[in-house]
Protein backbone atom coordinates (compact mmCIF):
# COMPACT_ATOMS: atom_id res chain seq x y z
CA UNK A 1 0.00 0.00 0.00
CA UNK A 2 1.07 3.53 -0.74
CA UNK A 3 0.33 6.28 2.01
CA UNK A 4 1.66 9.88 1.30
CA UNK A 5 4.09 8.61 -1.52
CA UNK A 6 5.97 5.70 0.94
CA UNK A 7 5.30 2.06 0.37
CA UNK A 8 4.30 0.70 3.19
CA UNK A 9 3.73 -3.74 3.93
CA UNK A 10 0.39 -4.74 5.33
CA UNK A 11 0.16 -7.26 8.09
CA UNK A 12 -2.66 -10.00 7.91
CA UNK A 13 -1.55 -12.52 10.40
CA UNK A 14 -2.09 -10.53 13.56
CA UNK A 15 -5.71 -8.73 12.10
CA UNK A 16 -3.89 -5.59 11.35
CA UNK A 17 -6.07 -5.24 8.40
CA UNK A 18 -9.86 -4.88 8.92
CA UNK A 19 -12.66 -3.92 6.40
CA UNK A 20 -16.40 -3.68 7.01
CA UNK A 21 -19.17 -3.90 3.98
CA UNK A 22 -22.49 -3.03 4.35
CA UNK A 23 -25.52 -2.47 2.14
CA UNK A 24 -29.22 -3.13 1.29
CA UNK A 25 -30.34 -7.03 1.43
CA UNK A 26 -30.85 -8.01 -2.76
CA UNK A 27 -34.10 -9.54 -3.19
CA UNK A 28 -33.67 -12.65 -5.73
CA UNK A 29 -36.42 -13.20 -8.17
CA UNK A 30 -37.38 -16.33 -9.46
CA UNK A 31 -34.82 -18.48 -11.80
CA UNK A 32 -34.09 -17.02 -14.79
CA UNK A 33 -31.65 -16.81 -17.59
CA UNK A 34 -29.43 -14.11 -15.73
CA UNK A 35 -30.34 -11.72 -13.00
CA UNK A 36 -28.57 -8.18 -12.14
CA UNK A 37 -28.65 -5.86 -9.17
CA UNK A 38 -27.41 -2.57 -8.22
CA UNK A 39 -27.17 -1.54 -4.73
CA UNK A 40 -25.85 1.34 -2.49
CA UNK A 41 -23.11 0.20 -0.20
CA UNK A 42 -20.96 1.89 2.57
CA UNK A 43 -17.34 0.59 3.51
CA UNK A 44 -14.73 0.96 6.17
CA UNK A 45 -11.36 -0.18 6.31
CA UNK A 46 -8.88 0.05 9.38
CA UNK A 47 -5.13 -1.18 8.95
CA UNK A 48 -1.75 -0.35 10.60
CA UNK A 49 1.09 0.36 7.79
CA UNK A 50 4.21 -0.99 8.18
CA UNK A 51 8.09 -0.47 7.28
CA UNK A 52 10.57 -3.37 6.77
CA UNK A 53 10.54 -6.42 6.07
CA UNK A 54 6.86 -7.61 4.51
CA UNK A 55 6.64 -10.94 6.17
CA UNK A 56 6.87 -10.45 9.90
CA UNK A 57 4.14 -10.40 11.81
CA UNK A 58 5.00 -7.42 14.11
CA UNK A 59 5.32 -4.08 12.92
CA UNK A 60 7.65 -1.61 14.79
CA UNK A 61 6.62 1.34 17.01
CA UNK A 62 6.72 3.70 14.12
CA UNK A 63 3.72 2.24 12.24
CA UNK A 64 0.98 4.52 11.16
CA UNK A 65 -2.89 3.18 11.64
CA UNK A 66 -4.66 4.49 8.99
CA UNK A 67 -8.75 4.46 8.84
CA UNK A 68 -10.66 5.27 5.82
CA UNK A 69 -15.05 5.17 4.95
CA UNK A 70 -16.40 5.80 1.55
CA UNK A 71 -19.62 4.72 -0.37
CA UNK A 72 -20.72 3.41 -3.89
CA UNK A 73 -22.82 1.75 -6.07
CA UNK A 74 -21.94 -2.16 -6.09
CA UNK A 75 -23.52 -4.11 -8.87
CA UNK A 76 -23.79 -7.69 -9.10
CA UNK A 77 -24.29 -10.68 -11.92
CA UNK A 78 -26.18 -13.98 -11.04
CA UNK A 79 -26.78 -17.07 -13.15
CA UNK A 80 -28.30 -20.70 -12.48
CA UNK A 81 -26.16 -22.57 -10.38
CA UNK A 82 -25.21 -25.52 -11.93
CA UNK A 83 -26.63 -29.19 -10.58
CA UNK A 84 -26.42 -30.20 -7.79
CA UNK A 85 -27.41 -27.00 -6.15
CA UNK A 86 -30.14 -25.63 -9.02
CA UNK A 87 -32.45 -23.83 -8.36
CA UNK A 88 -30.36 -21.53 -6.74
CA UNK A 89 -29.00 -18.02 -8.02
CA UNK A 90 -24.72 -18.38 -8.41
CA UNK A 91 -22.69 -15.11 -8.23
CA UNK A 92 -21.05 -14.61 -11.91
CA UNK A 93 -19.66 -11.14 -10.75
CA UNK A 94 -19.61 -7.99 -8.23
CA UNK A 95 -18.61 -4.70 -8.91
CA UNK A 96 -17.92 -2.28 -6.39
CA UNK A 97 -17.95 1.68 -7.61
CA UNK A 98 -16.53 3.80 -4.75
CA UNK A 99 -17.86 7.78 -4.78
CA UNK A 100 -15.95 10.55 -3.57
CA UNK A 101 -17.36 11.84 -0.57
CA UNK A 102 -17.09 15.74 -0.14
CA UNK A 103 -14.82 17.10 2.31
CA UNK A 104 -16.33 18.40 5.54
CA UNK A 105 -15.63 22.09 4.22
CA UNK A 106 -17.59 21.40 1.34
CA UNK A 107 -20.91 20.97 3.81
CA UNK A 108 -20.20 24.59 4.54
CA UNK A 109 -19.51 26.06 1.97
CA UNK A 110 -22.85 25.46 0.36
CA UNK A 111 -25.16 26.75 3.21
CA UNK A 112 -22.80 29.47 3.04
CA UNK A 113 -23.13 30.48 -0.53
CA UNK A 114 -26.72 29.81 -0.59
CA UNK A 115 -27.21 32.40 2.50
CA UNK A 116 -25.32 35.11 1.01
CA UNK A 117 -27.06 35.38 -2.14
CA UNK A 118 -30.76 35.21 -0.20
CA UNK A 119 -28.96 38.11 1.62
CA UNK A 120 -27.65 39.90 -1.56
CA UNK A 121 -31.23 39.03 -3.06
CA UNK A 122 -32.90 40.87 0.04
CA UNK A 123 -30.52 43.83 -0.10
CA UNK A 124 -31.29 44.65 -3.88
CA UNK A 125 -34.83 44.92 -2.56
Request: a negative charge; aromatic letters at 12%; charged letters at 10%.
Amino acid sequence: MTYAGVTYFVTGGTGLLDYRVSGDPILLPPLAATFSASVPFDIQISTQLCEGEPFHHTCPPNSIFVGTIGQGIATFSFVPAPAPFSPEWALESGIYEIQPIPEPGTWLLVPTAVGLAWLARKKRK
